[in-house]
């Protein structure tokens, strides 16, 4: 047992030499109750941490980083002979969601707000078969009138050239945000519902945290920080756009987002589709006189019993990810592994004499879900392990609107090897600057949490390998969130995140998120990803100490205190 021990003790020691990758390779050693230790081994440090010599205790605890976390499974593939061999490194995300080849020139990537907005336009007005959308909140002005003017146009075009129209339209919003006001993103909606029942679905998620007293004495406004439907996807038949905006004018004019579209993608279209449905099947659905109610059968997000209404919520979100999966695992036998019987010549005969068939895929899509009230954490999962295994000399530009990550991500920064350029909002351009009341004070907690971060960094001399970006542009807000990965010795990025999360408190335990993993080898594609983060890092700055001595950057007193109480609702 003694001898047991001391093994465990010295490998424990090997492990901070050789640095993080190396600690969770061996973190196996621990017994199986590694979760408790690790969570008394992070309580241990947070109090070893506090006093005068605060700091340097804490910089040894950050070798621990990807121990003391959630633990990531450390999951491989198994190699396919006919799939490019630097696709490798991360095909172990299809161990845990559907992976989807597709060919690089089905992705666009857009750049501006307009150029989104005049997409969904053209997209709304040529669906033949499904529209969804699934938003934060649909906004109440001019520009998102013509967004409901073009379904309205579009549901009756169809019904007037078929008689009785194959087009449905289905629209997934948040209850507390699109509730919000007198005229509000259900009230935009109601006309369809009372024009075209039988067509347009209106589903309103309310998270299952918001119950009891705590839905009675919470404010309007104020009930949105408990839990969101925060997953933002706009499909059209078999073209799905994938981006962090919302449907409000803002985003369509001067609120900085990312936006890419994947075209003619009908198993991604399905997919989301299929997600959408999903959260839908246990949202409140918007009825024609502006009440709303639950599907038959469904148990009730506030008012029935939480943990059974998360356990069907989880099955009905996970029953969605897993069938896909088993449907791209059984494509991708039959489509690539067709040679072991014998049959890759005949395949081959056949598409010469069809005149050959659907491009090579030279990109593969990822969706990443994470649902923390369900107890789906895929995304999170993906993340820490992307950041973990991320070499030395790579480099992740990383880009959140706002900069509140998690302490895992923190630690894994500051922790890790990589390089990072990390994109956040400057003071004026926050979407909640100039905002009253006590929202007025959140771009200050946001320079406050800046602020410890980046003296974290200095502290262990890491300015050169993490450095902070303030996005500043006159008369625009920045809401861009994602990250591209670069490979050590590569000038073009591999992969990319894209989608809602903003890698903050919020993203990983309150809200619905999904995003995806975009993995390419194209070099044209590449290029396209490198041209977008070179577009957005041009409009910024680099942080530094005197960055904080500005008078935009004071912080007030009750600000600083009131911060760690509440930065996990923002």
Same mark, same amino acid.
């Given at each position: 047992m003694a001898a047991s021990g001391s093994g465990r003790r010295a490998g424990l020691m090997a492990a901070a030499a050789g640095g993080a990758a190396l600690w969770r390779r061996l973190s196996a050693w621990l017994p199986r109750g590694r979760l408790g230790?690790?969570?008394?081994?992070?309580?241990?440090?947070?109090?070893?941490?506090?006093?005068?010599?605060?700091?340097?205790?804490?910089?040894?605890?950050?070798?621990?980083?990807?121990?003391?976390?959630?633990?990531?499974?450390?999951?491989?593939?198994?190699?396919?002979?006919?799939?490019?061999?630097?696709?490798?490194?991360?095909?172990?995300?299809?161990?845990?969601?559907?992976?989807?080849?597709?060919?690089?020139?089905?992705?666009?990537?857009?750049?501006?707000?307009?150029?989104?907005?005049?997409?969904?336009?053209?997209?709304?007005?040529?669906?033949?078969?499904?529209?969804?959308?699934?938003?934060?909140?649909?906004?109440?002005?001019?520009?998102?009138?013509?967004?409901?003017?073009?379904?309205?146009?579009?549901?009756?075009?169809?019904?007037?050239?078929?008689?009785s129209s194959n087009l449905r339209v289905s629209i997934l919003l948040d209850y507390t945000r699109g509730s919000r006001g007198r005229k509000n993103s259900r009230t935009m909606l109601i006309p369809l519902l009372q024009r075209f029942p039988e067509q347009v679905r209106v589903s309103l998620?309310?998270?299952?945290?918001?119950?009891?007293?705590?839905?009675?004495?919470?404010?309007?406004?104020?009930?949105e920080t408990i839990g969101l439907q925060h997953i933002k996807v706009y499909l059209f038949d078999d073209n799905v756009i994938l981006s962090g905006a919302n449907l409000s004018d803002l985003y369509f004019t001067n609120r900085q987002d990312r936006y890419v579209l994947l075209q003619d993608s009908p198993e991604i279209a399905d997919f989301f589709t299929e997600l959408v449905d999903a959260i839908g099947d246990v949202s409140l659905q918007l009825q024609q006189d502006d009440t709303v109610q639950m599907m038959e059968g469904m148990v009730h997000p506030y008012q029935g019993d939480k943990m059974a209404y998360c356990e069907i919520a989880n099955r009905r979100v996970m029953e969605v990810i897993n069938c896909a999966r088993t449907r791209q695992e059984l494509l991708h036998a039959k489509t690539f592994h067709s040679?072991?019987?014998?049959?890759?010549? %005949?395949?081959?005969? !056949? $598409?010469?004499?069809? &005149?050959?068939?659907?491009?090579?895929? @030279?990109?593969?899509?990822?969706?990443? /879900?994470?649902?923390?009230?369900?107890?789906?954490?895929?995304?999170?999962?993906?993340?820490?392990?992307?950041?973990?295994?991320?070499?030395?000399?790579?480099?992740?530009?990383?880009?959140?609107?706002?900069?509140?990550?998690?302490?895992?991500?923190?630690?894994?920064?500051?922790?890790?090897?990589?390089?990072?350029?990390?994109?956040?909002?400057?003071?004026?351009?926050?979407?909640?600057?100039?905002a009253k009341g006590v929202a007025g004070a959140i771009p200050a907690a946001y320079v406050y949490i800046e602020h410890q971060f980046y003296s974290e960094v200095c502290y262990l001399h890491q300015q050169e390998r993490v450095q902070l970006q303030e996005y500043s542009r006159a008369g625009w807000t920045f809401h861009a969130k994602g990250l591209w990965l670069y490979l050590?010795?590569?000038?073009?990025?591999? %992969?990319?995140?894209? !989608? $809602?999360?903003?890698? &903050?408190?919020?993203?990983?335990?309150? @809200?619905?998120?999904?995003?995806?993993? /975009?993995v390419t080898e194209n070099k044209a594609l590449q290029q396209q990803l490198h041209r977008e983060q070179e577009q957005l890092y041009l409009c910024s700055g680099v942080v530094s100490s005197s960055t904080f001595e500005q008078p935009n950057r004071y912080v007030k007193l009750w600000v600083k205190l009131v911060t760690p109480l509440i930065k996990n609702f923002f």
């Open positions: 230790l690790a969570a008394l081994l992070g309580r241990l440090s947070d109090r070893l941490s506090r006093g005068r010599d605060r700091r340097a205790r804490r910089s040894s605890w950050l070798l621990l980083a990807p121990l003391l976390t959630p633990p990531v499974p450390v999951i491989t593939a198994p190699p396919c002979s006919l799939c490019p061999e630097g696709a490798h490194r991360f095909q172990w995300i299809g161990n845990l969601v559907p992976e989807f080849g597709i060919s690089s020139s089905h992705v666009k990537v857009l750049s501006s707000p307009a150029e989104f907005y005049e997409l969904l336009k053209v997209q709304i007005k040529t669906a033949e078969q499904r529209v969804v959308m699934a938003s934060l909140y649909l906004g109440t002005g001019l520009l998102e009138q013509e967004l409901v003017d073009c379904l309205e146009e579009t549901l009756e075009k169809s019904l007037q050239t078929k008689g998620f309310h998270t299952p945290n918001l119950r009891g007293l705590l839905r009675l004495l919470i404010p309007e406004r104020f009930n040679s072991q019987e014998g049959s890759s010549l %005949l395949s081959q005969q !056949g $598409s010469q004499a069809s &005149g050959g068939l659907k491009p090579e895929p @030279d990109t593969w899509i990822y969706p990443l /879900i994470q649902m923390k009230p369900f107890g789906i954490q895929i995304d999170e999962m993906v993340t820490e392990t992307l950041l973990t295994e991320a070499e030395r000399d790579a480099r992740i530009y990383l880009t959140t609107g706002y900069f509140n990550l998690t302490q895992a991500y923190m630690d894994l920064i500051l922790g890790t090897r990589a390089e990072y350029r990390i994109l956040l909002a400057s003071p004026e351009v926050n979407g909640f600057f100039g050590a010795g590569s000038d073009l990025p591999c %992969l990319t995140l894209i !989608g $809602s999360p903003n890698f &903050g408190y919020r993203s990983v335990h309150r @809200d619905l998120e999904a995003q995806v993993a /975009i």
